[in-house]
């Protein structure tokens, strides 16, 4: 039988491509998430299909629209017996775990299922000493763990790693808060860009004329519409909106990039143990976040709407087995596929349909019909698929 790949799902909250280095990004350097694209493959149009949290989590987990799923806004918790890729996995023989942020609801209907160990956030969470939800023998528990969450969750994956069955592959999904907002930095990156702006987009002072009226009336402005917990001081009255931006642009971006570079840094810290223990060439490592982010462009910040910024999500993933180093796909490639790469890397059996091989990082994988809409486009495929919808 083949060997079967350990998967290391890493996801992060808000991370936007063009924060990447190895996306191009201006304003600051990632280099140990480079190492994941550079030694593997960079996707270069993924696309979450519900720019918002939970939603988009869902998808991921479940391969399906959230039409599908159920799971259509922040407030509607997913329904934990749905399948989910790491059941999948689980039943395959598979050592399964999540840490960190889940943000698909809790009790007993919504906390983790299909994991054989699990520590997560309740909802946002905290950067600092936060609350994580354990399973307990009847049911589960809140406890405080001290530290900075970016730390703690990688703690939290590194001891799954270093205690697991090594009879059994594994697939761990190691879920950061970070960089969702207010951006509480740990003191190692606090100092970052203190005595230096960073460049401003292009677009940072966009007025928004020729444009649908809903574009002046999203309440995402920079500086105008956020809060005090975000800019860490209260805010000023004595500047005009324009002025305001560029001010509100430096106090969330420096923020917003610190949280960033304490991923980076953790991500190291289990890219090195892999190597470290002899697991880098049979472990598949898989980098995403659950959208994508405004960086100031169009004078904004967060995500929620429909522009590239914001459905773009970064996907990278590393296995030398297969993935040759340094590819770029630039197919159209949507989050509810994470789940047919994973288990397509990890060769589950499962109620797919074999008949319809596609090409998709370089190899040929059986597809299942929730993923097979998406899978076409990936192809190249998009008017056949469009006939047939309107044929349907
Ligand atoms: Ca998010």
Redesign the pocket.
């Known amino acids: 039988m083949k060997k079967r790949p350990n998967i290391l799902f890493i996801m992060s ?2 991370h936007a491509s063009h924060a990447m280095s190895c996306y191009g990004s201006k304003i600051n350097k990632t280099p140990n998430l480079d190492r994941i694209a550079n030694e593997g493959m960079r996707f270069d149009n993924c696309f979450c299909t519900n720019s ?2 939970t939603p ?1 989590r869902a998808a991921i987990l479940t391969g399906t629209y959230n039409h599908t799923n159920g799971v259509t806004t922040l407030d509607t918790p997913m329904d934990n017996r749905l399948q989910t890729f790491p059941k999948l996995l689980q039943a395959a023989g598979y050592q399964t775990a999540v840490y960190g942020k889940w943000h698909l609801g809790e009790g007993v209907m919504h906390v983790p299922t299909g994991f054989d160990d699990w520590a997560v956030l309740p909802g946002q969470g905290y950067y600092f000493n936060p609350t994580f939800i354990f399973p307990t023998e009847n049911g589960c528990e809140k406890r405080t763990v001290q530290g900075y969450a970016t730390d703690v969750i990688t703690d939290m994956t590194l001891d799954f790693i270093k205690n697991r069955d090594e009879e059994k592959p594994f697939c761990v999904l190691y879920h950061h808060k970070a960089p ?1 907002r207010p951006w509480y930095s740990d003191e190692k990156h606090a100092a970052m860009f203190l005595n230096e702006d960073v460049p401003e987009p292009d677009n940072l002072f966009d007025d928004y004329c020729n444009r649908a009226r809903a574009a002046e009336a999203a309440a995402m402005r920079v500086g105008v519409d956020m809060y005090i917990s975000d800019m860490k001081c209260e805010l000023p009255d004595d500047m005009d909106e324009m002025e305001r931006r560029r001010w509100g642009y430096q106090r969330y971006i420096k923020d917003y990039l610190r949280v960033i570079q304490s991923v980076d840094d953790n991500v190291g810290r289990v890219l090195d143990y892999l190597k470290e223990a002899g697991l880098e060439e049979d472990t598949l490592v898989i980098y995403t976040s ?2 994508g982010f405004f960086l100031g462009d169009h004078g904004w910040y967060d ?1 929620r709407f429909m522009y590239e910024e914001s459905l773009r999500m970064p996907f990278i993933l590393r296995y030398p087995r297969e993935v040759k180093p340094e590819s770029v796909n630039d197919d159209i490639v949507l989050n509810v596929e994470h789940r047919v790469e994973c288990r397509f890397r990890a060769a589950v059996p499962g109620p797919c349909r074999d008949s319809h091989p596609v090409g998709y990082a370089g190899a040929q994988f059986p597809i299942d019909p929730p993923g097979e809409h998406a899978a076409r486009l990936a192809r190249g495929d998009v008017l056949s698929v469009l006939d047939e919808q309107d044929g349907s």
Do not use: L, P, Y
């Open positions: 909250d808000d918002i949290c988009s969702h659950d959208q995500k």
